[in-house]
């Protein structure tokens, strides 16, 4: 295990260095000062730039520009978003809480009612129900999430007033307690729903052709022969070994399902880090832009080793062979 | 010699047919079989002969879907399983009949340690054993190192594997174990290894089994009494020594040789000319006869009944070749319970 | 030696398999008509009758009518003209995209593939690196601080999805490459590049045709999540703008974000199945 462990850091590291380039080449290769990519478009107060010119070393040759670079982001500087009056860095944390908020549940359940379409699907291969899911993944790669967030809203907020159309918590009232997170789960539900059915989009597929693929595995047949009911042979033999193929696809998707949860929160004025990310292109602040990039790509590369780790616990032969299976 | 010992498994005309999209496959055409206590029987065949699926039928785990016992009983210690409801079916799996089966690295579960999945099978048909030790006497009775119990099927050579499998059958304690081609997909040396183990194992526990396979020289060295299949048809029985002594139907006839890669006047390696019928036909008469070097026109009229060979009445043939004894047709096929 | 040859140039008949396929997959055809009804329309565009989708006028936010079919937005602008206009930015941008994507992917493919080595180490890790990177954010990063248009919006969707026809590519260079045929064609005295251009990639060409569609899908949608940020330039008709605007209107204009929002999926919709039924068709391995 530690073998393994070592195999892939020894992939992200490179990953995330060649991140931090690109981060350090938009800087410079988009047209314009790469001043104002540094500081942004907000007024900042002055000798500000000049600071900043200094300690990203503008006027020195791009090596130790990069060596500058790469030196500040080690110090976990990435800068001051004057829009916010805050650095950068924790800026990003505070809102990236309430992405994964968003985003973990909508995981979950998304994982969950996958698998539970696939295991009834399954036994009826071919069917107008199987052939329904394979539609549905299909319509979901093709749906715009954030439209889908549009059209929850003007159905379930605006037209039918069930729930909250914005926000993630009532304005008028102060709560505190069990009301207050009620009030936020309240708030959550729509966003949440349109988040889970984009997900479902990318484990109904998979989970659907690895519950297929586990049942018509020969070792099955060794557990009916053993005189296991259905059930039991379903339970501990089928669905962990269809589990994993979906749990990998799950996490190797971690970036396409940030992005789904960030253009959701446009839409429903979450306050994580899409609305950060859409606000901070109104106010051209730079520098909250590329952290958000940053952040989110390294979040992306600790997703992809987590989940050679967790394919790697689930599956022994993949710890065995410690390396990384496309 | 007439044996003495009550059968343990019967299967009586059992016809089944899989349902595919090219059409209906008459895969089992009539079979009949008897395994005895204690007794080691083998079931000879090529690929396509129904062999497997004889096997599988005994334990109903061919397809649900696709599949159909249309005709026939299966008697394990005398029950019929064919009339069992598909939850009866499930609890009679494994005790008294377990089954191996041939490839042994598709057949454990590779996300289940060993130890493991024998014990899910003593879980299932011993539960008041203690099964950690249980587990570890099994393990040590099919000749493993006690370690492997925490070992992934992916971490053991292939005639480990099929030793592990045989543990996970052998803790369902069967009376009867049903080997499907065992050691095919074996190299010679652990083929060996796994026919002593075998051999092994029924002196010690006293278990019948019936040997699966299209190799003859593995029924040679493991089998009492063997049955050559067909087209889903049973053409040959009788005791080893006297089929192998005297080969009767032109069928087995050409088996041996095949096995034998006997050479014939040209030189050419001998084997059966033609291919195994397509099952999607209706059957009439012997399924061997387009291929059968001394077919004649009956052949291809009706099946013909069974004729008994040896006195005894040990060894029998369903060949046009030979003179239809005169007793009833079931009594002669159930010569081996006599 | 037959078999190869036939996989060089598709004899008649499969060609004809080829199309049953396709044919037999109806999604597929009906995709690949609304597909083509598309570009019609949009070729036609400055031809069609009807209001300019930029003209402002009185009737603001009119609900659908016989007037305006899909309604008016905030400014009197006519929806439907504007979904029109639309289609232009849309299969431009999808188009140019998935075109440069391929190219490169193509080239950048075949060579790691074929020559393999430190070249192709080279190549994987760096797309492995660009399919890591959530795109979408990337993309907008650089169009926020580079500003819209789009070329620019073309150049980088491309950047972003060639690693997916490289990886194709080399593999089925990979795997051609080592097909009898072409040992047989090296064994005539060709030199390698001559090989490389006009035996092995004509033969891998198949699926990344089917991968080259799906990235029309993904530009397509990629330029709408842009827009609809507010990455695109306000004199600009696209589907993705005027979902922007209908944002802002959720409660008393739905028609603003409806019909284009369904423009949208119809056509993202229309290119994925066309891939996929693309691919199954060019697939010998599928049944017919």
């Given at each position: 295990?530690?073998?393994?462990?070592?195999?892939?850091?020894?992939?992200?590291?490179?990953?995330?260095?060649?991140?931090?380039?690109?981060?350090?080449?938009?800087?410079?290769?988009v047209?314009?000062?790469?001043?104002?990519?540094?500081?942004?478009?907000?007024?900042?107060?002055?000798?500000?730039?000049?600071?900043?010119?200094?300690?990203?070393?503008?006027?020195?040759?791009?090596?130790?520009?990069?060596?500058?670079?790469?030196?500040?982001?080690?110090?976990?500087?990435?800068?001051f978003?004057?829009?916010?009056?805050?650095?950068?860095?924790?800026?990003?944390i505070?809102?990236?809480?309430?992405?994964?908020?968003?985003?973990?549940?909508?995981?979950?359940?998304?994982?969950?009612?996958?698998?539970?379409?696939?295991?009834?699907?399954?036994?009826?291969?071919?069917?107008?129900?199987?052939?329904?899911?394979?539609?549905?993944?299909?319509?979901?790669?093709?749906?715009?999430?954030?439209?889908?967030?549009?059209?929850?809203?003007?159905?379930?907020?605006?037209?039918?007033?069930?729930?909250?159309?914005?926000?993630?918590?009532?304005?008028?009232?102060?709560?505190?307690?069990?009301?207050?997170?009620?009030?936020?789960?309240?708030?959550?539900?729509?966003?949440?729903?349109?988040?889970?059915?984009?997900?479902?989009?990318?484990v109904?597929?998979?989970?659907?052709?690895?519950?297929?693929?586990?049942?018509?595995q020969?070792?099955?047949?060794?557990?009916?022969?053993?005189?296991?009911?259905?059930?039991?042979?379903?339970?501990?033999?089928?669905?962990?070994?269809?589990?994993?193929?979906?749990?990998?696809?799950?996490?190797?998707?971690?970036?396409?399902?940030?992005?789904?949860?960030?253009?959701?929160?446009?839409?429903?004025?979450?306050p994580?880090?899409?609305?950060?990310?859409?606000?901070?292109?109104?106010?051209?602040?730079?520098?909250?832009?590329?952290?958000?990039?940053l952040?989110?790509?390294?979040?992306?590369?600790?997703?992809?080793?987590?989940?050679?780790?967790?394919?790697?616990?689930?599956?022994?032969?993949?710890?065995?062979?410690?390396?990384?299976?496309? | 010699?007439?044996?003495?010992?009550?059968?343990?498994?019967?299967?009586?005309?059992?016809r089944?047919?899989?349902?595919?999209?090219?059409?209906?496959?008459?895969?089992?055409?009539?079979?009949?079989?008897?395994?005895?206590?204690?007794?080691?029987?083998?079931?000879?065949?090529?690929?396509?002969?129904?062999?497997?699926?004889?096997?599988?039928?005994?334990l109903?785990?061919?397809?649900?879907?696709?599949?159909?016992?249309?005709?026939?009983?299966?008697?394990?210690?005398?029950?019929?399983?064919?009339?069992?409801?598909?939850?009866?079916?499930?609890?009679?799996?494994?005790?008294?009949?377990?089954?191996?089966?041939?490839?042994?690295?598709s057949f454990?579960?590779?996300?289940?340690?060993?130890?493991?999945?024998?014990?899910?099978?003593?879980?299932?048909?011993?539960?008041?054993?203690?099964?950690?030790?249980?587990?570890?006497?099994?393990?040590?009775?099919?000749?493993?190192?006690?370690?492997?119990?925490?070992?992934?099927?992916?971490?053991?050579?292939?005639?480990?594997?099929?030793?592990?499998?045989?543990?996970?059958?052998?803790?369902?304690?069967?009376?009867?174990?049903?080997?499907?081609?065992?050691?095919?997909?074996?190299?010679?040396?652990?083929?060996?290894?796994?026919?002593?183990?075998?051999?092994?194992?029924?002196?010690?526990?006293?278990?019948?089994?019936?040997?699966?396979?299209?190799?003859?020289g593995?029924?040679?060295?493991?089998?009492?009494?063997?049955?050559?299949?067909?087209?889903?048809?049973?053409?040959?029985?009788?005791?080893?020594?006297?089929?192998?002594?005297?080969?009767?139907?032109?069928?087995?006839?050409?088996?041996?040789?095949?096995?034998?890669a006997?050479?014939?006047?040209?030189?050419?390696?001998?084997?059966?000319?033609?291919?195994?019928?397509?099952?999607?036909?209706?059957?009439?008469?012997?399924?061997?006869?387009?291929?059968?070097?001394?077919?004649?026109?009956?052949?291809?009229?009706?099946?013909?009944?069974?004729?008994?060979?040896?006195?005894?009445?040990?060894?029998?043939?369903?060949?046009?070749?030979?003179?239809?004894?005169?007793?009833?047709?079931?009594?002669?096929?159930?010569?081996?319970?006599? | 030696?037959?078999?190869?040859?036939?996989?060089?140039?598709?004899?008649?008949?499969?060609?004809?398999?080829?199309?049953?396929?396709?044919?037999?997959?109806?999604?597929?055809?009906?995709?690949?008509?609304?597909?083509?009804?598309?570009?019609?329309?949009?070729?036609?565009?400055?031809?069609?009758?009807?209001?300019?989708?930029?003209?402002?006028?009185?009737?603001?936010?009119?609900?659908?009518?016989?007037?305006?079919?899909?309604?008016?937005?905030?400014?009197?602008?006519?929806?439907l003209?504007?979904?029109?206009?639309?289609?232009?930015?849309?299969?431009?941008?999808?188009?140019?995209?998935?075109?440069?994507?391929?190219?490169?992917?193509?080239?950048?493919?075949?060579?790691?593939?074929?020559?393999?080595?430190?070249?192709?180490?080279?190549?994987?890790?760096?797309?492995?690196?660009?399919q890591?990177?959530p795109?979408?954010?990337?993309?907008?990063?650089?169009?926020?601080?580079?500003?819209?248009?789009?070329?620019?919006?073309?150049?980088?969707?491309?950047?972003?999805?060639?690693?997916?026809?490289?990886?194709?590519?080399?593999?089925?260079?990979?795997?051609?490459?080592?097909?009898e045929?072409?040992?047989?064609?090296?064994?005539?005295?060709?030199?390698?590049?001559?090989?490389?251009?006009?035996?092995?990639?004509?033969?891998?060409?198949?699926?990344?045709?089917?991968?080259?569609?799906?990235?029309?899908?993904?530009?397509?949608?990629?330029?709408?999540?842009?827009?609809?940020?507010?990455?695109?330039?306000?004199?600009?008709?696209?589907?993705?703008?005027?979902l922007?605007?209908?944002?802002r209107?959720?409660?008393?204009?739905?028609?603003?974000?409806?019909?284009?929002?369904?423009a949208?999926?119809?056509?993202?919709?229309?290119?994925?199945?066309?891939?996929?039924?693309?691919?199954?068709?060019?697939?010998?391995?599928?049944?017919?």
């Amino acid at each position: 295990m530690r073998r393994f462990l070592v195999a892939r850091l020894g992939w992200a590291i490179p990953v995330i260095l060649a991140i931090l380039i690109v981060n350090f080449l938009i800087i410079h290769i988009v047209p314009g000062n790469p001043i104002q990519a540094l500081i942004g478009d907000f007024p900042a107060p002055p000798g500000y730039a000049d600071q900043v010119r200094h300690e990203f070393g503008l006027d020195r040759p791009v090596l130790t520009q990069l060596g500058l670079y790469l030196l500040n982001l080690a110090k976990g500087q990435l800068g001051f978003s004057f829009a916010n009056r805050q650095p950068v860095l924790g800026l990003i944390i505070e809102r990236a809480q309430f992405t994964l908020l968003l985003m973990l549940p909508a995981l979950a359940a998304a994982a969950l009612l996958g698998i539970v379409m696939a295991l009834a699907a399954a036994p009826r291969a071919g069917s107008l129900y199987d052939s329904g899911l394979t539609a549905l993944s299909l319509v979901g790669f093709s749906l715009p999430i954030f439209w889908l967030g549009q059209l929850l809203v003007i159905v379930f907020a605006i037209k039918l007033r069930l729930l909250p159309a914005q926000g993630m918590f009532s304005l008028r009232t102060r709560l505190t307690g069990w009301a207050y997170i009620l009030d936020v789960g309240w708030h959550l539900i729509l966003p949440m729903f349109a988040v889970t059915i984009y997900y479902v989009a990318i484990v109904a597929r998979v989970a659907r052709a690895s519950v297929l693929d586990a049942l018509s595995q020969d070792f099955v047949l060794t557990a009916k022969a053993k005189g296991l009911s259905r059930r039991h042979v379903l339970w501990r033999h089928v669905l962990p070994n269809a589990l994993i193929p979906v749990v990998t696809v799950i996490g190797y998707n971690f970036g396409y399902s940030l992005t789904g949860a960030i253009l959701v929160e446009t839409v429903f004025a979450w306050p994580g880090l899409g609305n950060l990310f859409i606000t901070s292109i109104g106010n051209r602040d730079y520098p909250v832009l590329q952290g958000i990039f940053l952040l989110t790509a390294i979040a992306v590369v600790i997703a992809n080793v987590a989940t050679d780790l967790i394919y790697a616990a689930l599956d022994p032969r993949v710890r065995a062979a410690g390396f990384r299976h496309a | 010699m007439p044996q003495t010992k009550p059968p343990i498994l019967q299967l009586d005309d059992v016809r089944l047919t899989f349902r595919t999209r090219a059409g209906t496959v008459r895969a089992l055409n009539g079979a009949s079989l008897t395994v005895h206590e204690g007794e080691a029987v083998g079931l000879v065949g090529e690929s396509g002969s129904g062999k497997s699926t004889l096997a599988r039928a005994v334990l109903g785990l061919n397809p649900e879907r696709s599949s159909r016992i249309e005709a026939g009983r299966i008697l394990i210690a005398g029950r019929d399983v064919t009339r069992l409801s598909q939850a009866e079916w499930e609890a009679a799996r494994g005790h008294p009949v377990a089954m191996v089966f041939q490839d042994p690295l598709s057949f454990l579960n590779p996300i289940m340690r060993i130890g493991r999945q024998i014990a899910e099978s003593i879980e299932r048909h011993a539960p008041d054993r203690r099964v950690e030790q249980r587990v570890g006497e099994l393990i040590e009775l099919v000749k493993l190192p006690s370690s492997l119990a925490r070992a992934y099927p992916h971490e053991l050579s292939g005639g480990m594997r099929q030793r592990a499998l045989l543990a996970v059958a052998l803790a369902c304690e069967p009376r009867l174990l049903i080997a499907d081609e065992p050691t095919t997909a074996l190299d010679v040396t652990t083929q060996a290894e796994i026919l002593a183990l075998l051999r092994d194992l029924r002196e010690k526990l006293g278990m019948a089994m019936l040997l699966i396979t299209h190799d003859l020289g593995i029924v040679a060295s493991a089998c009492e009494r063997l049955y050559v299949i067909y087209a889903g048809r049973v053409l040959e029985w009788g005791r080893a020594q006297d089929v192998f002594g005297a080969p009767a139907h032109p069928y087995t006839v050409g088996l041996f040789h095949a096995a034998r890669a006997d050479r014939d006047a040209q030189g050419r390696f001998a084997t059966i000319g033609g291919e195994p019928p397509d099952l999607g036909e209706t059957a009439q008469g012997c399924p061997f006869a387009p291929r059968c070097p001394k077919a004649m026109a009956e052949c291809a009229r009706a099946m013909p009944h069974a004729s008994v060979l040896a006195d005894g009445e040990t060894h029998a043939v369903r060949c046009w070749l030979y003179p239809p004894t005169r007793e009833s047709e079931t009594a002669v096929e159930r010569l081996g319970e006599a | 030696m037959p078999l190869s040859i036939r996989e060089c140039a598709p004899p008649a008949f499969a060609m004809r398999r080829m199309w049953r396929r396709f044919l037999a997959y109806r999604a597929g055809v009906l995709a690949a008509a609304y597909v083509l009804l598309l570009v019609l329309v949009a070729l036609a565009t400055p031809f069609l009758p009807g209001p300019d989708p930029r003209q402002i006028s009185d009737e603001v936010m009119q609900a659908p009518s016989l007037a305006h079919l899909l309604g008016t937005d905030e400014l009197g602008r006519d929806v439907l003209s504007g979904i029109i206009h639309g289609i232009e930015v849309s299969l431009t941008v999808g188009f140019a995209a998935a075109l440069a994507a391929t190219i490169i992917g193509v080239v950048i493919g075949a060579a790691a593939g074929y020559y393999g080595g430190a070249l192709d180490l080279l190549v994987m890790r760096i797309a492995e690196i660009f399919q890591v990177v959530p795109s979408f954010i990337l993309a907008a990063v650089i169009v926020a601080l580079s500003g819209p248009g789009l070329t620019r919006v073309v150049t980088v969707i491309a950047l972003l999805a060639w690693p997916q026809v490289a990886r194709l590519m080399r593999g089925e260079v990979m795997r051609i490459k080592g097909l009898e045929f072409v040992d047989a064609v090296r064994c005539l005295g060709v030199r390698e590049p001559v090989i490389l251009a006009t035996e092995v990639v004509p033969n891998a060409l198949a699926p990344v045709l089917a991968a080259g569609t799906l990235i029309v899908a993904q530009a397509i949608l990629l330029e709408a999540a842009l827009s609809f940020l507010g990455l695109s330039s306000a004199d600009l008709v696209s589907w993705g703008r005027m979902l922007n605007s209908g944002q802002r209107f959720l409660y008393n204009a739905w028609w603003l974000s409806v019909f284009p929002g369904s423009a949208i999926f119809l056509t993202v919709l229309a290119f994925n199945l066309l891939g996929d039924a693309i691919g199954v068709a060019l697939n010998p391995r599928t049944e017919a």
